[in-house]
């Protein structure tokens, strides 16, 4: 199940439980509805025996016969009304009708075989009920005095024994069915009409979020989840018009981290294409450095030469002369040997100049390159979770900005004793040349 679809859960429960109450209240009015009906037929049914019983004081004193006793007893019933059409029955244990004030032609009749439209031994049932020690309800169908449609009925039963009379008050259901059926229309039609408002709230609802989201939750977080992994190249999709929602944000970071990355990137190179400089920068140093030395020895052996003919040249006066010539032809080299050192020591101090130059650039690429990792250490921050791989990518690059700024400087102190012993160097060829 999706999470639009999640989304009409609710409105379900809540219109099923509107339903259930609704219903409930229904079914609730029309049994309250026949607990009324039912408690007046009893009270209709207490009015006929307290009737008959004020008849039979009357014939235990003697102030009656049984016979009139009854007759008035049965008057007096007879014009007896409840209800809108409510009256008393009397028969007896026989199913004989005694009384009947709505069909007085059945008075004295046997009504035992009498069946209703459902096929029900009505008076039996009564008279099964008044055997039975008590009272009693019973439903079955009949029609209305002068009609003809059978209607649903419910009658009390209530016996007085002395006498073998069983009086029976009804009353029609109809109404009350009625009513119930009127109830149930207007009761769905409200759950009706309410469904359909809470629909279109629920729809217009699940569209503003989809907007505001431009795409199912699932979705998003599958692309966070790819961003925060490394993975910028997640191809994401949303509507062409879609400018505010939570994904096209997220697009809108992987934008700025892919063009952050390039960044990172190109000042990782130009890091790299410097360093490569100060490595050929430090073999051409070494070389040159080696040159000098040799250059040093080679001077350092003229000397000697030299030293040993004017020892020489003061134990011969005869070899003075070819020796004083040897010496002087000697002293040229040398002082040409001296010019060239001197001359190497110019260029070592120019190549020394060149490297300070590309070591200022390199602290400078470290600096710059610093600064853009604070940057992006920075915007990693604001984005939180999101920007967790891409602050420790920041991190790196300002470890390595750093490292390369301590190394720019060691190779600035090297260069800078290099420097300070090449120019003693060139003080001592100056000085041997003259």
């Not at 989304?7 to 026949?34: E, H």
């Not at 080679?298 to 030299?306: D, G, N, P, R, V």
């Not at 400078?364 to 390159?369: D, G, K, L, R, Y």
Request: proline share 2%; net charge neutral.
């Amino acid at each position: 199940m999706s999470f639009y679809q999640r989304l009409w859960i609710p409105l379900g429960f809540l219109l099923l439980c509107l339903l259930a109450v609704a219903t409930f209240g229904v079914v609730q009015n029309r049994m309250s509805g026949l607990a009324e009906r039912e408690r007046g037929l009893r009270e209709a049914g207490e009015i006929a025996r307290s009737i008959v019983l004020r008849y039979a004081k009357l014939v235990e004193t003697g102030k009656m016969n049984p016979t009139d006793a009854k007759l008035e007893a049965l008057t007096v019933l007879r014009t007896v009304r409840f209800g809108e059409d409510g009256y008393i029955v009397v028969i007896d244990s026989g199913m004989h009708s005694i009384m009947n004030p709505s069909k007085p032609e059945t008075e004295g009749r046997f009504l035992g075989d009498y069946q209703d439209e459902k096929g029900k031994f009505v008076y039996r049932e009564m008279v099964s009920i008044a055997k039975s020690g008590g009272d009693g309800l019973l439903d079955y169908y009949t029609h209305r005095p002068g009609g003809v449609e059978q209607i649903r009925k419910r009658s009390f039963v209530k016996p007085y024994l002395p006498w073998d009379w069983i009086f029976v008050t009804g009353a029609y259901l109809d109404d009350i069915d009625a009513a119930f059926a009127r109830s149930i229309y207007l009761v769905f039609s409200f759950v009706l009409a309410v469904s359909v408002l809470l629909s279109c709230i629920v729809f217009l609802t699940n569209r503003f979020l989809v907007r505001t989201l431009g795409g199912s939750p699932e979705y998003a977080k599958a692309v966070v989840r790819a961003t925060a992994g490394g993975d910028l190249s997640v191809q994401i999709d949303t509507r062409p018009d879609d400018k505010d929602s939570l994904v096209a944000q997220i697009i809108e970071m992987q934008v700025r981290l892919r063009g952050a990355v390039a960044e990172i990137q190109r000042g990782a190179e130009t890091i790299t294409l410097a360093m490569e400089e100060v490595a050929t920068g430090n073999a051409d140093l070494s070389q040159r450095t080696e040159e000098q030395a040799a250059a040093l020895k080679q001077t350092a052996s003229s000397m000697a030469e030299f030293r040993k003919a004017v020892t020489d040249n003061s134990e011969s006066a005869k070899a003075a002369s070819k020796r004083a010539e040897e010496a002087f032809s000697t002293a040229r080299r040398g002082n040409d040997a001296v010019s060239a050192v001197t001359n190497t020591m110019g260029h070592i101090t120019k190549s020394s100049t060149q490297v300070n130059h590309i070591l200022g650039m390199i602290k400078s690429v470290s600096f710059q390159t610093n600064i853009l990792a604070l940057n992006a250490a920075v915007e990693a921050a604001r984005a939180k979770e999101h920007g967790r791989g891409f602050a420790v990518v920041a991190s790196e690059v300002r470890a390595l900005a750093q490292r390369s700024s301590a190394a720019s400087r060691d190779i600035e102190s090297l260069i800078g004793r290099s420097d300070a012993h090449v120019q003693e160097g060139a003080r001592l060829a100056d000085d041997a040349g003259e």
